[in-house]
Nanobody
Framework: QVQLVQSGGGLVRAGDSLRLSCAASGSTFSNYDIGWFRQAPGKEREFVAAISRGGRYTYSVDSVKGRFTNSRENAKNTAYLQINSLKPDDTGVYYC????????????????WGQGTQVTVSS
């Protein structure tokens, strides 16, 4: 099993940056691909980015490309989502998830989930 604990959200202004962290414990972190999702109020959970288990491959959806960067440090059992040039539309709860289907946009592909961290962007 993998336990994921998230941190790094907050209330920011448009144009600011945030780095979200996803710290893992339990099973071997490097055995898992990481996906990032977000859920805006009243909307379904939306896939935004992924990173392969070794960190060699990364992916982000077109709507966030150029602003979202995901990375990981397996030696620290931690994955990161750097978000730059934040917009009010980025507001929502952000989740990291661990699975073994790199790049999948389906929540069901991920077995373990973080608790979520709130990102609120004011205009």
């Amino acid at each position: 099993q993998v336990q994921l604990v998230q941190s790094g959200g907050g209330l920011v202004r448009a144009g600011d940056s945030l780095r979200l962290s996803c710290a893992a414990s339990g099973s071997t972190f490097s055995n898992y691909d990481i996906g990032w999702f977000r859920q805006a109020p009243g909307k379904e959970r939306e896939f935004v980015a992924a990173i392969s288990r070794g960190g060699r491959y990364t992916y982000s959806v077109d709507s966030v490309k150029g602003r979202f960067t995901n990375s990981r440090e397996n030696a620290k059992n931690t994955a990161y989502l750097q978000i730059n040039s934040l917009k009010p539309d980025d507001t929502g709860v952000y989740y990291c998830a661990a699975g073994q289907s790199y790049g999948s946009n389906r929540p069901a592909s991920y077995r373990y989930w973080g608790q979520g961290t709130q990102v609120t962007v004011s205009s």
